[in-house]
């Protein structure tokens, strides 16, 4: 059973940068992605990024460029870069991991959530 809690969220003006962490422990498959998802009410939770186990990334095309994912090497942390900011970025960060090595970034993959973070940009 893996358990991940998230922290870093807050507030930021626009342009502004934030660091997001997700710290896990339990025991995970033995082979497995590790996302960041986004969502806002009464909209459908959004994948931001993904890592593989081998260290592969993915990002969805509105935060290219600006954010970036990574990790410790003890895998135990996952981490989401976020600079120039914008508004439209405001809403609850969320880790997940799945249960094998398939993923992708849609929510339907992942098994284990944490509760997450919450992230407000004002303009």
């Known amino acids: 059973q893996v358990q991940l809690v998230e922290s870093g969220g807050g507030s930021v003006q626009a342009g502004g940068s934030l660091r997001l962490s997700c710290a896990k422990s339990?025991?995970?498959?033995?082979?497995?992605?590790r996302a960041w998802f986004r969502q806002v009410p009464e909209k459908e939770r959004e994948g931001v990024a993904l890592?593989?186990?081998?260290?592969?990334?993915r990002y969805a095309d509105f935060v290219k460029g600006r954010f970036t994912i990574s990790r410790d090497s003890a895998e135990n942390t996952l981490d989401l870069q976020m600079n120039s900011l914008r508004p439209e970025d405001t809403a609850m960060y969320y880790c997940a991991e799945t249960a094998d090595g398939t993923c992708g970034l849609q929510s339907f993959y992942y098994k284990s959530w944490g509760q997450g973070t919450p992230v407000t940009v004002s303009s």
């Open positions: 339990g025991v995970s498959a033995s082979d497995y992605c």
């Open positions: 890592m593989t186990k081998s260290g592969s990334t």
